[in-house]
């Protein structure tokens, strides 16, 4: 069975970081590429990073570039994602799955709240 366990999530001041972390289980990790997503308070969930599956082939969107770094660690079935200068609107539900696998169930998110 195909989980992820996202964790790391948790209340920082604007300015702030966080690293969040993944672990998954279920299938050959270092076979698929792996994404992070977020869905804030009232929005739609997007897609926030990606990572081939030997780690190259990073991308992000717009509002998080140069402030996110998606990492992984194929020895520990793990994907990361260091958050730095974390602003308000960063504030959101933060999940991981295999990147193109629409077939794969949501994990229960990990959450950030950035608030002064």
């Known amino acids: 069975q195909v989980q992820f366990v996202e964790s790391g999530g948790g209340l920082v001041q604007p300015g702030g970081s966080l690293r969040l972390s993944c672990a998954a289980s279920?299938?050959?990790?270092?076979?698929?590429?792996m994404s992070w997503y977020r869905q804030g308070p009232g929005k739609e969930r997007e897609l926030v990073a990606r990572?081939?599956?030997?780690?190259?082939?990073?991308n992000y969107a717009d509002s998080v570039k140069g402030r996110f770094t998606i990492s992984r660690d194929n020895a520990k079935n793990t994907v990361y994602l260091q958050m730095s200068s974390l602003k308000p609107e960063d504030t959101a539900v933060y999940y991981c799955r295999r990147l193109l696998v629409s077939y794969d169930s949501w994990g229960q998110g990990t959450q950030v709240t950035v608030s002064s």
């Open positions: 990572i081939g599956s030997a780690g190259g082939g990073t």
């Open positions: 279920g299938f050959t990790f270092s076979m698929y590429a």
